[in-house]
């Protein structure tokens, strides 16, 4: 805070500066706040009274009305009870950060989807850019922009009250519960990367070094990354005297003692002596989430009625009982009945229509917002791999002017696909029955948007401690107090799966039952909801195989079954993993088709074998921060295009990246890189050398994705290209974020102007609009060509095809040509001449790894000999 003209504490827990010339009212103009606090108390919104003021610049004694600015690090009920409310308007919570201005005639108030939920320090920001009316705040790195419609600002000469509010009357309430460090104030929006975020500015040990410089310099330990030194934060805050802070010892129960503490205390016992508390071993809680930030943007119901939203989730090794469901719902009244589920996949295929319920319980809704905790009486899913769902039925009001939307979708990020299921009936769902009457039956992103529900199995792990007698069954048969005949390590009173009178340690060991993952569990006990191809083998052990490309939890051929995926050219792998350059063929057709390279024939296009280069260029006019975001009304597909100039060392794109803004998550989209024919900068005549497609990802962030395409040449230096990106969707939405810095004529916008479809391939048969007002946030990254890990002799050649076809030599075998390699090395001793003495040094290393392991298989032996004769002489011979 800058130009102080004096202060003076108040006796009411706050400071009050004066500030008669009004340097801290702002008005129309761009300010920051920051600061770091730490909360006694967490609010909600019962009252005025939850409300926890960080600074307010008014007159003490005057109306909301009157106020400059009044920033809240608890909104409390503010952002409820105000009538103009900008940002998040659902699900407030009173913990929401926000800003409340006045007009002189009345107020409103900015509220940001960031809260602080506990008692620790944590930092804060807000600031108002006037130029694109945004406020941004963050918390400790994350932002929220919230973009209000302009309804004015006062300004005034009274006071800045840090920690507390006065009322009309001039009452102090409203106070900051905590404590208040590193308060700054100033004009203009400071960049994210310079607000006070952390604390490697301060000197805690006082030696007139700054803490972040000795962290880097390695002279101090910082376990925790919070800026500060490991060896400031001891005291009383070490109790195994290891030197580290006890918040970076494990602390497995999670009741904020180190484990080793606890062990020591007796609080907890550690029969295995490991170091690792017995509950830990026996109870294994853990939480399995596909949300990514625990935040519903978007709530959903169905058409009709009777609706079910489940979340498909797969048992882990140490996750295969569930023990309670955390869930949210997004609007509903109280008093809603519903059921909450669990039930298996006996086919394990990932498609609910066979699903059976395990269990259930009816509840009702409540008042209650956020996350709440459903208690499950402990319900086996299933072993590691086996695919299960939990979800929620219930009966909404569609009324089309309102209604209830009671699935909570967390859309942010880049969401895990395939998981977040959305049913339908008008008549009542039979829960064992899924799909057979229902109208609506799909996975959310095929009918709405990515996304999934924000639905949480909280799991417990039984399978170190099968007999359930709270004791890891390692140290059950170490002590005797159970047997182990067959030595499997498991006690023999859960050692026999399939219930045939023997012991499941002695089938393995004779071969009459497989075990592929090793567990002593027999393959036939864990097929259940885990074997969708029907083989006999855990779909776990076929994953772990490779057997699962996508990543999704599901065989890749029960993906291809279930038409999940497409495999087009019959070979078993889905067509999504074949197409390495993006371009919506498989990989095959596009060499069969002569549109893509092999030369090494591994039906892998060489375009996408060069490998990552390095990226140091961009091309760009925006600052990577939109003000603003633009959708075209009319058509629902549309491109957006920048013009570029080649600089020298720059000639090669090797990726784009796009803020996708407020599009929807999940819709089809691409980017794209044209070069300009005539060079007038004009896209008209563009000629397409590459467009990748993609989905849309981090909307509604602010986040700047890359996307890498294929390595492509735009140019000699001085030639004119175009990048762009392309959107489609039926649900709309304004993927094109705009940044207000504008410098003449290089933004078009494409679409056709009958509201069709968009080939980027002929824009002259679109509408190219030349857009002046403002620039789009979107960069190419480029390179010179000369830095691809696989084209070493800079020949655009992959460098294996090199070696095949005799171009270069690779006389060691690695698969670099030897004109990239030390061209002599078997001069061990750098003399100049392979002989004697380098032959000695081969045979001292010999049996083992070193120098002299010409062919680079690991070991030093007569192969690498026969390479050292063939190099004999010297070595420029």
Known sequence: MSNLLGRRVNGNGSVLVDDPSGLLSFGESSFTIEAWVRLDQISNTDGPNQRQTLVQKKQLVAGGASTDYLVLVQAGDASVTSSRNYGKTNNLSGREIAVLFGTGSETWIATSALEIIDNDWHHVSVSRDVDSDKIRFTLDGRRSVVTPDTPGHTTNDGPLLIGAHTNASGNFNQFLRGDIDELRILDGVVPQD??????????????????????????????????????????????????????????????????????????????????????????????IGYDETGIAFVAVRTDVPNMVWLQRFNAAANATVVGAIEAEFSIVPAGVSYTAGIWNDPNGDGEPADAQLLWSVEGTTTDDEGVFTIPVPDVAVGDRGAVFYVGFSMVVDTNPNGGDFPASLDMYGDPTLGRAWLIGSTDPIDLNDLQTFSEEYSLVENRYMTGNWLIRAITLDPAQDCNGNGVPDDCDVLEGTSPDVDGDGRPDECGDCNDNGILDGFEIADGLLGDCDGDAIPDVCQVFSNDCDGDGLPDSCAIDLGGDCNENGILDTCDITSGYEIDEDGNGVPDSCEDCNGNGRLDIFDIELGLSDDCDGNNVPDECEFGDPVLDTVYTFADEEAESYLNLIGPTEFAWVTTHQVEAGAEWIGAIDISWGLAWPGQSA?????????????????????????????TYSGAMVRIPIPPTRVGDAGD???????????????????????????????????????????????????????????????????????????????????????????????GIPDDCEDTCPADFDGDGVVGGSDLGLLFVQWGGPGTGDLNGDGTVNGSDLGLLFVQWGPCDG
């Open 670 to 698: 691409k980017v794209a890189v044209w070069k300009d024919p005539n060079g007038d900068g004009d896209p008209s005549d563009a000629e397409l050398v590459t467009e990748f497609a993609t989905l849309t990802t981090e």
């Open 720 to 814: 004119t290209f175009f990048i762009g990106g392309w959107y489609s969707s039926p649900i709309g939405g304004s993927p094109i974020s705009l940044d207000y810095d504008v410098d003449g004529t290089r933004s078009w916008l494409v679409f056709d102007s009958g509201g069709g479809s968009v080939d980027l391939a002929n824009l002259a048969g679109e509408t190219v609009s030349e857009f002046s007002f403002y620039d789009f946030v979107i960069a190419a990254v480029a390179h010179d060509g000369t830095s691809f890990p696989n084209d070493c002799n800079v020949n655009t050649i992959i460098d294996p095809c090199d070696i095949l076809d005799g171009t270069a030599t690779d006389q060691n075998g690695n």
């Open 194 to 287: 310079l607000l006070l975020a952390d604390f490697r500015g301060g000197d805690c040990n006082g030696n007139d070094i700054p803490d972040g410089c000795e962290i880097d310099a390695g002279d101090e330990i910082d376990c925790d990354g919070d800026g500060r030194p490991d060896s400031c934060q001891l005291a009383e805050n070490d109790c195994d005297g290891n030197g580290i802070p006890d918040e970076c010892d494990p602390d497995c129960n999670g009741n904020g003692i180190p484990d080793a503490c606890d062990i020591a205390l007796a609080t907890s016992l550690d029969c295995q002596i490991d170091g690792i508390p017995d509950e830990c071993q026996v109870d294994g809680n853990g939480r």
